[in-house]
């Protein structure tokens, strides 16, 4: 049996600020391609004032996971895949990651895009909660109904 992943336990939020432009990252689990389109449209309403709602995420984990991206209205390149990158090296799987992005007035240029959303990524990450997602199997036994007699069980009295 597998040991798992590592998913996210909670949804968190971090805000960081470089060069007067504010970066507000969430993390939220997501299992389906469709949840992570509903969390970042989620995202997109809640902060509908923002100038962009770059995003990574990938659900699953190993062999079978789905990746997707988007750098949102900035430079090609220069937000959605450091966002990735860093998602991919976090050993995290069913996890979506919003990078909100309100513009202060100062140009990073492509390198200091780069480096904000990365940095941004990471911190959110540094704060996020996990837990180990494990496959879970129900399983049913049956037994002969005078062993639910009151006591049966704890004093090994059980008929034969």
Known sequence: MSDGYVIPAQTVRVTTTVSN?????????????????????????????????VYAYRVGFGNSVIEGMSDDGEPSG??????????????????????????????????????????????????????RKITKQTLGIEAPYHFFEQNCFQYHTCPR
């Not at 504010?22 to 995202?43: E, H, M, P, Y």
């Not at 860093?86 to 100062?106: A, K, M, N, P």
């Open 78 to 131: 220069t937000s959605g895949p450091p966002v990735l990158a860093v998602l991919r090296g976090s050993g995290i799987g069913d996890v979506i990651v919003v990078v909100t992005r309100y513009f202060g007035g100062t140009k990073l240029g492509t390198g200091g895009l780069v480096r904000a959303y990365g940095d941004a990524a990471r911190t959110g990450l540094e704060a996020l909660v996990t837990e």
């Open 21 to 53: 432009s504010r970066f507000v990252t969430t993390i939220g689990l997501v299992t389906t391609v469709d949840g992570a389109k509903a969390f970042l449209s989620a995202v997109r309403a809640e902060m509908s004032d923002a100038n962009h709602h």
